[in-house]
């Protein structure tokens, strides 16, 4: 879908109601972004939006109207099917919360009132909240959207709330087109600032291309990080880090642009209006540069150009020491809310009342409660901690070789950990014994992918399906810290670009991270232990007093070992035979192996902290460590590829739109399965070309993309890979889809080796 971007290629689209997707009852106004519903009715005030949306597009609305005649509020919701104009639906509850592919989140009323100001959005832990414009929180867990296909938006003007303003949207540095004059819902400093920015890039821009004629430019782009004291002679702490550049400091802005960095031919006066640029809310009157010793203590850097600076800096990250003091003030804290990836139209307060707090959270018994209101970058996902991660952590140029045995890939990975040398925050180059490929990404992604199932599978330490995946209660294993091994492998994956294990129940992984988790509805099948299925069955089944009597006598003592001496108590009752399967549950999957779970996330801060980091975020988390995996669709797969084109009007090109219209064919014999025995998957066909099965969490260092090669003179020459570069390379010339899906399945069933595509 294409629209008309005001505000350049960066911008996210219009934001308005589609005029031919409203109830019957809506009329739009303000250009479309004003949506009211006639008040003599509650129904028919469904309105869609005139674009689809992206994961983690924070869409900002203003309740303008309410009518205290119907009871009921306001309802958001997301789909993956595309809205019909005779096909609107007189409201979203029950007709689309029960139906498949989409979801339906009504708003608390408390929050329903005239002239407040709420944003929300879906991300990629499949979580769609809801924020007031105090920064209370609301979560709704998902179920049936994919979030690799498209998603359009809806308002449900129901009940009491009769009119709806569209303020805009904004996804990290990116907001929606400013369609009319006035914007409620992009902050004017921060396009100033944006502006400002934009100028600055375009007269270094200008002043290179002058330099150029004299001598040669070079870049350089050290990690920056600017401290708030004068005399600080330690570099900040993790939690200090995040919140500092919260605050306008530590990582610069211009960090999540892509700039070419510094030019190491800059003069100082050019070096010191970069780094005044790069900071925009603070007042840098002067400035020192610093390095951290390995000790974590900073010293000055004495250098007098930028070479030597390089020189001598190293790998170390450039630390900028301020000559005064930075205050942190109010406005320094609200304006760039809206600079990075953080709340955009919430000013900061007080924390509520905990009475009110709690009155909040139960006002919809389908939310969750925020535990981590309290994290300074809640508003980061997954993909912005992991880089903030790497930029603490590891080293930018260090490089560790890895040899590997495919035969024996998991005790390759363990020798190599166990290794006295072995140094887990440089980039390991990993080799395939008897392969010849060079790694340059492919064969990186291909040992994280395997490592991690293979550790699932074969390292004895994990129980159940995959998706609902239990730690063993194993003392030998605890013994011989396979559970720290675990850990370790799984942190040095996902620090470097890899998969994380993607399997822990949901209930477990919610535990581990020191979170309530309702167990009352648990599925006991799960349990891998059958003597314990049996006996949880057993707790459910109790109907009658008699039902309670007979499971004292025959599993009061197993459940006394669960943590509930309570079961022998005169008083217990029927009524507590819910509490009694939770106490159970949480026992059998967190408590009876909680010496292993410790071992595990010891293992998994060995590196970085990085479990700490986790448990702060954990639903952010949420798609690392569970599956929340959905398959790959034709569109999503077709919109990772480019295509290498010939030249048009050659005969090379119209033999290669040719082959591309057989293999669009085949993409649709594949999601159709339609494909002879559906023996291949979009997942396989990334693999080959990836060395990843689905798109890592950092996302491709580079577009995978598509090739051609000529048709050979004798013989077949099968579709053949290159995973560093991520080029999948098709023939020129092919009969048919049929004759290319054949090929293409040879192909991957037969490159197991790289090297050997």
């Known amino acids: ?16 109601f589609n005029v031919d997707q409203t109830g019957q009852y809506v009329s739009l ?9 006639d008040a003599s009715t509650f129904l028919n005030g469904l309105a869609f939006l005139s674009r689809t949306v992206k994961v983690d597009e924070k869409l900002c609305i203003c ?9 009921g509020a306001l309802r958001v919701g997301f789909t993956n099917i595309c809205p019909q104009r005779n096909n609107i639906p007189p409201a979203s509850i029950p007709d689309l919360r029960d139906a498949q592919g989409y979801c339906v989140v009504p708003v608390p009323e408390d929050l329903c009132r005239r002239g407040v100001e709420l944003q929300f959005w879906i991300n990629y832990a499949s979580m769609v909240i809801i924020q007031d414009k105090g920064g209370e929180k609301y979560y709704l867990k998902t179920k049936g959207l994919n979030l690799n296909n498209p998603l359009w938006v809806f308002i449900d003007l129901y009940g009491s709330t009769s009119a709806v303003r569209l303020l805009g949207s904004r996804r990290g540095s990116r907001t929606s087109c400013p369609v009319c004059p006035v914007d409620g819902g992009i902050d004017w400093l921060t396009r100033k600032f944006e502006r400002q920015m934009s100028e600055e890039e375009h007269i270094y821009s200008h002043k290179t291309d ?31 880090r995040l919140n500092l550049t919260r605050a306008g ?154 040899l590997v045995s495919r035969k024996k890939l998991l005790q390759s990975a363990k020798d190599m950990l166990s290794n006295c040398d072995f140094t887990w925050n440089k980039t390991p180059l990993v080799t395939f014994v008897g ?59 996902v620090a470097h670009g890899g998969p994380g294990l993607k399997a822990f129940d949901p209930c477990l992984y919610q535990l581990m991270c020191t979170q309530e988790c309702q167990l009352v509805d648990f599925d006991w099948h799960l349990i891998p232990d059958a003597d314990i299925q049996d006996k949880l069955k057993k707790i459910l089944s109790c109907k009658t007093t008699k039902d309670l009597s007979r499971l004292q006598r025959e599993h009061g003592d197993w459940i006394c070992d669960c943590g509930f001496p309570g079961i022998y ?15 159970a549950v949480r026992h059998c999957i967190y408590l009876r192996t909680s010496n292993m779970i410790h071992q595990f996330t010891k293992g998994l801060n060995a590196y970085g902290q990085f479990w700490d980091m986790v448990r702060s975020h954990w639903i952010e988390f949420l798609p690392i460590f569970t599956n929340m995996h959905e398959p790959l669709s034709r569109s999503t797969f077709t919109a990772l590829f480019q295509i290498h084109w010939s030249n048009a009007g050659t005969k090379k090109r119209a033999a290669e739109e040719e082959t591309l219209h057989y293999w669009e064919l085949v993409l649709q014999m594949i999601e159709d399965k339609k494909a002879p025995q559906n023996k291949l998957h979009f997942e396989e066909i990334l693999a080959f070309v990836t060395g990843a ?40 010339v092919v009969k048919d889809e049929v004759e290319l899906y054949r090929m293409l399945l040879r192909a991957i069933r037969d490159s197991a080796e790289f090297g050997r595509t």
């Open 249 to 402: 400091l530590g990582i610069p802005v211009q960090r999540s642009q892509e700039s070419r960095g510094l030019d190491l031919n800059w003069t100082w006066r050019e070096l010191n209006r970069f780094i005044c640029s790069s900071y925009p809310l603070v007042n840098l009157t002067g400035f020192h540069f610093a390095k951290a010793d390995k000790r974590g203590r900073l010293s000055l850097l004495h250098a007098d150009t930028l070479k030597k600076i390089k020189k001598e800096l190293g790998d170390s990250e450039l630390y900028i020491i301020p000559e005064t003091d930075i205050v942190l003030n109010e406005m320094t804290a609200h304006t760039l809310s809206s600079v990075i990836n953080t709340n955009a139209f919430s000013p900061p307060r007080s924390p509520p009342d905990p009475a009110q707090q709690r009155n909040r959270l139960t006002s919809t018994n389908s939310f969750l409660s925020d535990s981590s209101r309290n994290s300074s970058m809640e508003d980061m996902d997954v993909g912005s901690l992991l880089r903030e991660f790497q930029l603490m952590h590891l080293s930018a140029s260090g490089q560790v070789s890895v």
């Open 569 to 583: 108590r005169p008083e217990i009752s029927i009524r507590d035979v819910p509490k009694i399967y939770s106490y």
């Open 693 to 732: 099965d689905e798109v890592p969490p950092l996302g491709f260092s580079q577009k995978p993309s598509i090739h051609f090669y000529p048709p050979e003179e004798r013989g077949c020459r099968l579709p053949y890979a290159n995973t560093c570069m991520m080029g999948l390379f098709l023939p020129r």
């Open 29 to 37: 106004s303000q250009g479309g972004k004003l949506a009211s519903r």
């Open 435 to 493: 392969e010849q490929a060079l790694d340059c990404g492919g064969p990186r992604r291909e040992f994280f992918r395997i490592l991690m199932m293979e550790m699932q599978s074969s390292l004895g330490i994990f129980e159940g399906p995959s998706g609902h995946l239990f730690f063993t209660y194993d003392q030998m294993a605890l013994e011989e810290r396979k559970y720290e091994l675990a850990g370790k492998l799984i942190a040095w994956s």
């Open 63 to 71: 309740i303008e109207d309410c009518t205290s005649s119907w009871d």
């Open 210 to 240: 002058t330099r150029t004629v004299q001598k040669t430019a070079s870049y350089w782009k050290p990690s920056l990080f600017l401290v708030q004291y004068a005399k600080q002679t330690t570099f900040p702490s993790t939690k200090e």
């Open 1 to 16: 879908m294409r629209h008309d971007r005001m505000c350049g290629s960066r911008c996210l689209g219009p934001m308005t």
